[in-house]
């Protein structure tokens, strides 16, 4: 070992449960893997589900770390539901290839080892040594600086000992499948006839001609990344959603011109301005845009707000949410979204698919936001009728339609849905659709975005919906027991080796804790700075979810550099609860390192 390999630190050693998932494995060519079988490589399990955006951001940041310790460590993604879309392996296969996921995952439909870690929350990552011991588990964003510190030194630490196992990974990649789309996020019809539809796994913007069908023209090469949302500005060019890039681009139908007009190409983080001149400031995973109020209004999916941004003074600024997940109406500042992921303008209002709360919302011009469908994170299925009952399952788009109500694309449901604000009713237009993710009219037909089987589909508008058997789900993850009166909350935050909590200007963390119903907490709601708090919980109410956000900051610790680098870690979660006599009078959350 030379002078610069840091010395290996004295870890907590927990012995790794085994791997174990009824849908079995993807990527490994049909070969089941076991913890056993890896043993002598470092192993890095990734919790995530695939609606979870900030779960596609943790894949984005491991894919540097997967390639630079290829051939000592294995990163598995361990593929954990939310809706019941999720648990249908079909569903689990699909979002790895649409999602470019390049390493081994489990389908575990029934969250079996998801409980044998006792994870909380999407995503966690947890680094397993090679002699097969949990060494450090993290939640949330912002953790890759940190596992690749803790990677090197279990390679040093183990190659020294004699355990650390080199050779090709596990990987084996599925064969690709030739179609004019591959997963096509979000469509927009052009004044030519013909459809402009982002082709997300390809990277690419598709011309296709009136019929839906035929190619006219492909277009971006190395622009954009997963693009997503598209809408048509006055002057005739189109603004595009660059999700992963975090930018907004225009495109020139008619020359052909692509720019950045919006975004640095960086992720934003807590903490990041807000406002200011649109190629300075970070933004996050827009996932949609639509041209409402003389502005471009952007669903910011990757921090749960609406942002807008304004091609004349080329500025962009947030106009609605908190960066909290949840829902909450009222004024724009101080409502709560979840992944916003679809808009739709009409005159008097902008209607948003918040996909995460399963709700259909909007906002009017006065800036306050309101929910027509929807109750929060938790509830979500599919049953038509008084829009107060009635159930969506992560909806990703919403068209608005000639009569003053809206077409929803209910994407896991795999419907398009229709809600009338004249009636206040849900009804069903159409079942059988493939995780719909946008729609657009053509004269007296709508056209779908079946994004799960790569085409648009063409459909006519029915005078009468169709009536579906109400089926109502709640998320399958099990409730917390939590004992009556105080209820201490920690958040473990450890700074990774070589860091330390970044005080230069005052404290370095941030807790904020809330919950739904708001009554089921009588006291320690709001924020702090200190990553543990006394709740207090109202007798009167036995269940509910706690909201809580946890964020800490890090920078390297050499005295001798005078500007350290510095990485903000931060997670929500949200935690059923249910009050009980002989229930825990402690709520461990982990951001980053071990419990006890």
Same mark, same amino acid.
């Given at each position: 070992?030379?002078?610069?390999?840091?010395?290996?630190?004295?870890?907590?050693?927990?012995? &790794?449960?085994?791997?174990?998932?009824?849908?079995?494995?993807?990527?490994?060519?049909?070969?089941?893997?076991?913890?056993?079988?890896?043993?002598?490589?470092?192993?890095?399990?990734?919790?995530?589900?695939?609606?979870?955006?900030?779960?596609?951001?943790?894949?984005?940041?491991?894919?540097?770390?997967?390639?630079?310790?290829?051939?000592?460590?294995?990163?598995?993604?361990?593929?954990?539901?939310?809706?019941?879309?999720?648990?249908?392996?079909?569903?689990?296969?699909?979002?790895?290839?649409?999602?470019?996921?390049?390493?081994?995952?489990?389908?575990?439909?029934?969250?079996?080892?998801?409980?044998?870690?006792?994870?909380?929350?999407?995503?966690?990552?947890?680094?397993?040594?090679?002699?097969?011991?949990?060494? &450090?588990?993290?939640?949330?964003?912002?953790?890759?600086?940190?596992?690749?510190?803790?990677?090197?030194?279990?390679?040093?630490?183990?190659?020294?000992?004699?355990?650390?196992?080199?050779?090709?990974?596990?990987?084996?990649?599925?064969?690709?499948?030739?179609?004019?789309?591959?997963?096509?996020?979000?469509?927009?019809?052009?004044?030519?006839?013909?459809?402009?539809?982002?082709?997300?796994?390809?990277?690419?913007?598709?011309?296709? &001609?009136?019929?839906?069908?035929?190619?006219?023209?492909?277009?971006?090469?190395?622009?954009?990344?997963?693009?997503?949302?598209?809408?048509?500005?006055?002057?005739?060019?189109?603004?595009?959603?660059?999700?992963?890039?975090?930018?907004?681009?225009?495109?020139?139908?008619?020359?052909?011109?692509?720019?950045?007009?919006?975004?640095?190409?960086?992720?934003?983080?807590?903490?990041?301005?807000?406002?200011?001149?649109?190629?300075?400031?970070?933004?996050?995973?827009?996932?949609?845009?639509?041209?409402?109020?003389?502005?471009?209004?952007?669903?910011? &999916?990757?921090?749960?707000?609406?942002?807008?941004?304004?091609?004349?003074?080329?500025?962009?600024?947030?106009?609605?949410?908190?960066?909290?997940?949840?829902?909450?109406?009222?004024?724009?500042?101080?409502?709560?979204?979840?992944?916003?992921?679809?808009?739709?303008?009409?005159?008097?209002?902008?209607?948003?698919?918040?996909?995460?709360?399963?709700?259909?919302?909007?906002?009017?011009?006065?800036?306050?936001?309101?929910?027509?469908?929807?109750?929060?994170?938790?509830?979500?299925?599919?049953?038509?009728?008084?829009?107060?009952?009635?159930?969506?399952?992560?909806?990703?788009?919403?068209?608005?339609?000639?009569?003053?109500?809206?077409?929803?694309?209910?994407?896991?449901?795999?419907?398009?849905?229709?809600?009338?604000?004249?009636?206040?009713?849900?009804?069903?237009?159409?079942?059988?659709?493939?995780?719909?993710?946008?729609?657009?009219?053509?004269?007296?037909?709508?056209?779908?975005?079946?994004?799960?089987?790569?085409?648009?589909?063409?459909?006519?508008?029915?005078?009468?919906?169709?009536?579906?058997?109400?089926?109502?789900?709640?998320?399958?993850?099990?409730?917390?027991?939590?004992?009556?009166?105080?209820?201490?909350?920690?958040?473990?935050?450890?700074?990774?080796?070589?860091?330390?909590?970044?005080?230069?200007?005052?404290?370095?963390?941030?807790?904020?804790?809330?919950?739904?119903?708001?009554?089921?907490?009588?006291?320690?709601?709001?924020?702090?700075?200190?990553?543990?708090?006394?709740?207090?919980?109202?007798?009167?109410?036995?269940?509910?979810?706690?909201?809580?956000?946890?964020?800490?900051?890090?920078?390297?610790?050499?005295?001798?550099?005078?500007?350290?680098?510095?990485?903000?870690?931060?997670?929500?979660?949200?935690?059923?609860?249910?009050?009980?006599?002989?229930?825990?009078?402690?709520?461990?959350?982990?951001?980053?390192?071990?419990?006890?």
């Amino acid at each position: 070992m030379d002078d610069s390999t840091p010395a290996p630190r004295r870890r907590a050693r927990v012995r &790794a449960p085994e791997l174990i998932g009824k849908g079995g494995w993807l990527n490994t060519g049909g070969k089941e893997l076991t913890l056993a079988g890896l043993r002598g490589r470092i192993v890095v399990l990734d919790f995530w589900t695939f609606c979870c955006i900030n779960c596609l951001h943790v894949l984005d940041e491991l894919r540097e770390l997967e390639e630079k310790h290829r051939d000592t460590m294995v990163i598995i993604g361990v593929h954990s539901p939310k809706f019941v879309h999720e648990a249908e392996h079909q569903a689990v296969a699909d979002a790895v290839e649409r999602y470019e996921v390049h390493h081994p995952v489990l389908d575990d439909p029934e969250l079996a080892t998801w409980k044998q870690y006792a994870v909380r929350a999407w995503p966690t990552l947890v680094v397993i040594d090679p002699e097969g011991y949990v060494v &450090a588990q993290h939640a949330g964003e912002g953790h890759a600086h940190a596992i690749g510190r803790l990677v090197a030194e279990l390679e040093a630490e183990h190659e020294a000992k004699g355990t650390l196992r080199r050779g090709d990974g596990p990987y084996v990649p599925p064969e690709p499948v030739a179609t004019d789309l591959r997963f096509p996020g979000k469509a927009l019809r052009l004044p030519s006839g013909h459809f402009l539809v982002s082709d997300s796994t390809r990277h690419q913007l598709v011309e296709l &001609a009136a019929d839906g069908e035929s190619v006219v023209r492909r277009i971006g090469d190395g622009e954009f990344r997963e693009p997503q949302g598209l809408a048509l500005l006055p002057d005739g060019r189109v603004i595009v959603a660059d999700t992963v890039n975090h930018a907004l681009r225009t495109y020139d139908p008619g020359t052909g011109a692509i720019e950045r007009v919006a975004g640095t190409g960086r992720q934003w983080w807590q903490g990041s301005p807000t406002s200011g001149p649109a190629l300075e400031v970070d933004l996050s995973s827009p996932w949609d845009v639509a041209w409402w109020q003389g502005k471009v209004w952007i669903a910011m &999916a990757g921090v749960h707000q609406l942002w807008t941004y304004d091609p004349e003074s080329g500025t962009v600024e947030v106009a609605a949410g908190t960066t909290n997940e949840g829902l909450v109406d009222g004024p724009a500042a101080e409502a709560w979204f979840a992944q916003p992921s679809g808009l739709a303008a009409t005159e008097d209002r902008l209607w948003i698919a918040d996909s995460e709360t399963s709700a259909l919302r909007w906002i009017d011009t006065e800036g306050v936001v309101h929910s027509a469908v929807g109750t929060g994170l938790f509830d979500f299925g599919h049953r038509d009728g008084d829009a107060g009952r009635a159930l969506l399952q992560h909806p990703l788009g919403v068209t608005a339609l000639p009569d003053g109500s809206v077409a929803v694309s209910d994407t896991y449901n795999h419907a398009l849905r229709r809600y009338d604000p004249a009636t206040g009713q849900v009804t069903t237009l159409a079942m059988d659709l493939r995780e719909p993710s946008d729609a657009v009219l053509d004269g007296d037909e709508i056209v779908v975005v079946e994004s799960a089987r790569h085409r648009l589909t063409r459909l006519r508008l029915p005078e009468e919906a169709v009536r579906v058997e109400a089926v109502a789900h709640r998320t399958q993850r099990a409730a917390t027991e939590v004992a009556p009166g105080t209820l201490r909350l920690d958040v473990i935050f450890q700074a990774p080796a070589g860091q330390k909590l970044d005080t230069r200007y005052g404290p370095s963390t941030r807790l904020l804790v809330s919950s739904t119903p708001p009554e089921l907490l009588a006291g320690g709601e709001g924020a702090g700075t200190d990553l543990f708090r006394e709740l207090e919980l109202n007798p009167a109410v036995t269940e509910g979810v706690l909201h809580v956000s946890a964020m800490a900051a890090s920078c390297d610790d050499d005295p001798a550099n005078e500007y350290p680098a510095c990485h903000v870690h931060q997670q929500d979660w949200g935690v059923p609860v249910r009050v009980t006599e002989g229930g825990a009078a402690r709520l461990p959350l982990v951001l980053a390192g071990m419990d006890g």
